[in-house]
């Protein structure tokens, strides 16, 4: 669904600066738009073109649960609004909707709906940027995957594969995407307690091309 409701504001920083010297960030605009009411994850898609913002929850009235809100990107960086999608009502099947990981082919976003243990999955239109919801990927009960208590995702850098890790940092799930609808299935977990749990910094997980 899309609706207008909620108002939030988020803040635009342009970067100057060199690879061998620090980054020097300098305030630009900043950009209201709809169901920005309590941002959990920005991400900007592998074109450039589109930013994807997650909200956990929203209590404003007209809008009934988490968010992902679409920005259009322009040349100079500068934002406009797009879509806002939720589900509800709240809880909801998307309850708690934070982490957000866009594949490297632009085709699919996947979004991490916390308390509701499942990953939502959703097709982008690469021009426009708005997303349409596809599928979802649940926790099973015994099996070792993130979604069990699912606090961060990353996809790989061929797109082929989506890790999911839970908020305790000791279980990483493996998932095979299918390329043409998104689809996820189930190759593998890992139980990262032996290893002393993963040391990720807080909100951040990476795949690296090897």
């Known amino acids: 669904m899309r609706h ?31 169901g920005l009411g309590n941002v959990g994850s920005v991400v900007v898609s592998p074109d450039g073109r589109h930013v994807y913002a997650t909200s956990g929850r929203d ?32 809880p909801g099947p998307f309850c708690g909707a ?6 490297s082919d632009g085709r699919h976003v996947y979004v991490a709906a916390t308390c509701a243990q499942r990953v939502r999955i959703f097709a982008r239109d690469p ?26 995702l990353a996809t790989s850098p061929d797109g082929a594969s989506l890790y999911t890790l839970d908020s305790q940092g000791t279980t990483l799930g493996v998932f095979r995407r299918d390329p043409g609808t998104g689809e996820l299935t189930y190759v593998e977990g890992h ?20």
């Open 4 to 34: 207008r409701g909620l108002i939030g504001i988020t803040v635009l920083l342009a970067a100057t600066g060199s690879p061998v010297s620090a980054t020097v960030l300098s305030f630009q605009e900043a950009i209201s738009a709809p």
């Open 98 to 103: 934070g982490a957000l990981a866009v594949t």
């Open 127 to 152: 021009v426009t940027g708005v997303l349409s919801p596809v599928g979802h990927l649940d926790h099973e009960a015994g099996r070792q995957d993130g979604p069990g208590d699912l606090f961060m």
């Open 191 to 210: 139980d990262l307690l032996p290893l002393g749990g993963a040391t990720f910094p807080v909100g951040t997980m990476a795949v690296l091309r090897t």
């Open 59 to 90: 209590a404003t009235p007209g809008i009934d649960g988490p968010t992902v809100v679409v920005l259009a990107r322009d040349g100079t960086g500068r934002l406009s609004f797009v879509q806002l999608y939720f589900e509800g009502p709240a």
